[in-house]
């Protein structure tokens, strides 16, 4: 089992990103993935989420600003970040939990395999 981010980047406050995490020995579209993400100096966070059931949820910091998707035919997972902000700036995670379902409340060590991250920096 491997995920592997990429698409990190420096851009400009109100600027976009794709973040992509290819997945290999495992069928994504079948389980729970997350975006995490991380600051210098700061715990670990979650950022979205996306089941095997197709359910969604998002961190009320991200709402309205970044989607979570899949691409099936490619076991990719994927962030859209849109009016990206200075305070979105982090190294970005994605994980896999081998449930259907996602978590209700997305602790890190309910996460099986986890991502190496990729670095998202927004300059004001």
């Known amino acids: 089992v491997q995920l592997v981010e990429s698409g990190g980047g420096s851009v400009q406050a109100g600027g976009s990103l794709r973040l992509s995490c290819a997945a290999s020995?495992?069928?994504?579209?079948?389980?729970?993935m997350s975006w995490f993400r991380q600051a210098p100096g700061e715990e670990r966070e979650w950022v979205a989420q996306?089941?095997?059931?197709?359910?969604?949820k998002n961190a009320d910091s991200v709402k309205g600003r970044f989607t979570i998707s899949k691409d099936n035919a490619k076991n990719t997972l994927y962030l859209q970040m849109n009016s990206l902000k200075p305070e979105d700036t982090a190294m970005y995670y994605c994980?896999?939990?081998?449930?259907?379902?996602?978590?209700?409340?997305?602790?890190?060590?309910?996460?099986?395999?986890w991502g190496q991250g990729t670095q998202v920096t927004v300059s004001s």
């Open positions: 994980a896999a939990r081998f449930s259907i379902g996602c978590p209700t409340i997305p602790y890190m060590a309910l996460f099986d395999n």
């Open positions: 020995g495992f069928t994504a579209s079948r389980y729970c």
């Open positions: 996306l089941g095997g059931d197709r359910n969604t």
